[in-house]
Structures are given as structure tokens and as C-alpha cells.
């Protein structure tokens, strides 16, 4: 071994309570090729210590490396292309822009490069790559983008872990616990996929591996929830929030207020678009939420009973009120209707509350 190697390793592991530290924790990084490595320079009675070193004591420190007591920590510089993002992560890839990662962006081309490093582990069976990110997922994607934009040089810095998936999953949770640009609606459908994948459904076994509050975690699958149709009434999927979006999942719980939710939700949308289209502002989340929660109150809540008038411009049938006890319809006699249409009548007006979600199987 050569002799800034030795060096370096026996300063690592000079001190006894350095040596306890590191045997539970990682050492400082070095990168991958070992020809590389610079030792740094020791402080007077640091030198000192090291010159009085045996030989034995070295082949010790060396043992306990080798045994795993201590670790090094291999970084690499990586192709990004050759890099995929494990799905596992809350982060959405395909949400990223250059708006969103533009501090980090400028802050890796003022520091010549990324300083801080991924963690990914390696993958079999994909010819197309050899490792997968598992925290890092920005700087995966703004090191792809500055080599595509001027910056061909620049590398992706990753030190590779050995992890399963649920821990895979735990890693990742706990870096995006700190990431305000993850949204309560990512990290939600994240803690769904992974309730179903890692702990068997069980959201108290969940709840305690994350050391989280099992109600919290309740609150966040209930969110989870929110149908694509009803989270594209919002401007972005980041405007859904959890303390906010929580009552309006649980209204669509409500089978009678469901429809009613889905509609307004759906012209929203509509509303959303043109105004993309055109440049304006956005409807705020706040807004949208208190629209489509006011939609809950049924056609015949907000407008009372409905009457169906015959051909002779005459009261028929009269749909009168329609809740979870069942939906009450009045006929009317004069008319000018014979039995089987007003049967008929009646039978129209069941076919369009079912389509509704309002009828008599809800």
C-alpha cells in the first residue's frame, strides 16, 4: 500500500474515540481511485502521534477496515444517462423544469460541479444502465441538463449504498422530509405505493418504521386518494396540500356529493386551461378547493323539488327529494299522461340519477 495511503488510514484511525465514531458512522469520501487520495496535512502534535505509530498498530487499523468496523466511501462520477431514478421516490422526474432546479443549477456551474452526492446502488438486467438514484433526484436531472446545455463535462457525483427497496424507500423519505419543492400530494401517493409494497398494507408497521404519527400518516393516504379527474381542477399538482386537501377527500367519500364534486371539478379544469392558453393567472388552490367542496349540495338540495311537465304543458312527476333513505317522486293526476309514460317518466328520471351517482344502488 503506498504511503499516503497508510498515512491517511492511520490518521483516520489514531484516535481511539475517533475510531468508536467511525465505526458507527461513514468515514470522509475518497474517491474512487485509490492514486488519487490526498492525505491531509497533520497538525503538529497530530504528526507527532503519527510518527510514534508501530507498524502494527497500522495493519490493525487496516484489519478494521477490512472487517467493516470502519467503511470508506467510494464516490463516483457517473454519466447521468447511464443513471436511471428508482420510481420508489416521491420526487416526480417528469415535474422538474429548469425553473424548478434553477438555484441548483447556478450554484453547481459557481462551484464547478456537484459537491454533494447522490446515493444510488446498482442494477442488473438494464443494458441501458448501470445504477439507479435513490436520493439525488435533482441533481441527476440538473447534471443531465447542463451537459446538454454547454456544460458536456460536468458529472454526476453518487457514492454507491447497498440497500433493499423498503430501505431504499426510508433513505429517500428522509431526504425529502426536507425538501419543501416536494409536494404533500407526491410524498402521499409515495406513502401509498409503498404502504402496498414494503409493509403488506399495514399502516401501523409503516407508521413505525418512519417514526411517524399513525394519524398524520392516515391523513396523507387519505390525500393520496384524490382522483386525477379532481387534481386537474388545481393549477399544479404541488397546490395540493395536505391540511387543506384532507376535508375535500374525505367529501368524496360521500357517494351522494361524489358527482357533484367531479363535475365542478371537471369545468375547473376547462377554466384552468384557457387561462394557460391565454396567460392569465391561475385559479388559486384555495379557491378551487372552496368551489368544489360547495359542490357537494345536490341538485335538489340547492334548487328543490324538479317537475317534469307532460305534452299538455302539465305537471307530471315532481322529483322531490333524493338522499340516502331513498329518492321520493310524486305523481301528478290531470296530466293528460297514461300510465305506462308516467312509468316511463319515472323510469327516465331513476336512469339519469344512477349516471349521476344519486340513485336508488349508490
Not at 47 to 64: D, P, Q, V
Not at 105 to 116: H, R, T, W
Request: aromatic fraction near 4%; glycine fraction near 4%; proline fraction near 5%.
Amino acid at each position: 500500500m503506498a504511503r499516503k495511503q497508510s498515512d491517511y488510514l492511520a490518521a483516520l484511525l489514531a484516535d481511539e474515540e475517533a475510531t468508536e465514531t467511525q465505526a458507527e458512522t461513514l468515514a470522509q469520501p475518497v474517491t474512487e481511485s485509490p492514486a488519487e487520495i490526498e492525505a491531509p496535512s497533520p497538525a503538529p502534535a497530530r504528526a507527532e502521534r503519527l510518527r510514534g505509530t508501530t507498524l502494527l498498530g497500522r495493519e490493525s487499523a487496516l484489519a478494521r477496515v477490512a472487517s467493516g468496523e470502519v467503511r470508506q466511501v467510494t464516490q463516483l462520477l457517473l454519466d447521468p444517462a447511464r443513471v436511471r431514478v428508482w420510481k420508489g421516490n416521491a420526487r416526480s422526474y417528469e415535474h422538474l423544469s429548469e425553473e424548478s432546479c434553477r438555484e441548483l443549477i447556478d450554484s453547481l456551474i459557481a462551484e464547478g460541479g456537484q459537491k454533494v452526492p447522490a446515493v444510488v446502488r446498482r442494477i442488473d438486467g438494464d443494458p441501458d444502465h448501470d445504477y439507479e438514484v435513490i436520493a439525488g433526484t435533482r441533481r441527476h436531472w440538473s447534471v443531465s441538463w447542463l451537459r446538454a446545455n454547454s456544460y458536456p463535462q460536468m458529472q454526476f457525483v453518487a457514492q454507491v449504498a447497498q440497500l433493499d427497496d423498503e430501505a431504499a424507500f426510508r433513505l429517500a423519505d428522509l431526504e425529502n422530509r426536507a425538501r419543501k419543492d416536494v409536494s404533500d400530494l407526491e410524498r402521499a401517493r409515495n406513502y401509498a405505493a409503498a404502504l402496498h409494497d414494503h409493509y403488506g398494507s399495514h399502516l401501523t408497521r409503516m407508521a413505525e418504521r418512519l417514526k411517524l404519527s399513525k394519524g398524520w400518516l392516515s391523513k396523507m393516504l387519505k390525500v393520496a386518494s384524490l382522483p386525477d379527474q379532481v387534481l386537474a381542477a388545481f393549477a399544479s399538482p404541488a397546490d395540493v396540500q395536505l391540511k387543506p386537501a384532507y376535508p375535500l377527500a374525505q367529501a368524496l367519500d360521500d357517494r351522494s356529493a361524489a358527482p357533484a364534486i367531479l363535475r365542478e371539478a371537471k369545468a375547473l379544469a376547462k377554466v384552468q386551461d384557457e387561462r394557460r392558453r391565454m396567460g392569465d393567472a391561475a385559479i388559486p388552490a384555495n379557491e378551487v378547493i372552496a368551489r368544489l367542496l360547495a359542490a357537494r349540495t345536490t341538485d335538489t338540495e340547492r334548487s328543490g323539488p324538479v317537475t317534469y311537465n307532460s305534452d299538455f304543458d302539465r305537471p307530471a312527476l315532481t322529483l322531490q327529494s333524493v338522499n340516502r333513505q331513498g329518492v321520493t317522486l310524486r305523481l301528478h293526476s290531470g296530466s293528460g299522461m297514461s300510465l305506462e309514460e308516467l312509468v316511463e317518466l319515472a323510469r327516465c328520471v331513476l336512469v339519469d340519477l344512477e349516471i349521476e351517482g344519486r340513485g336508488l344502488h349508490r
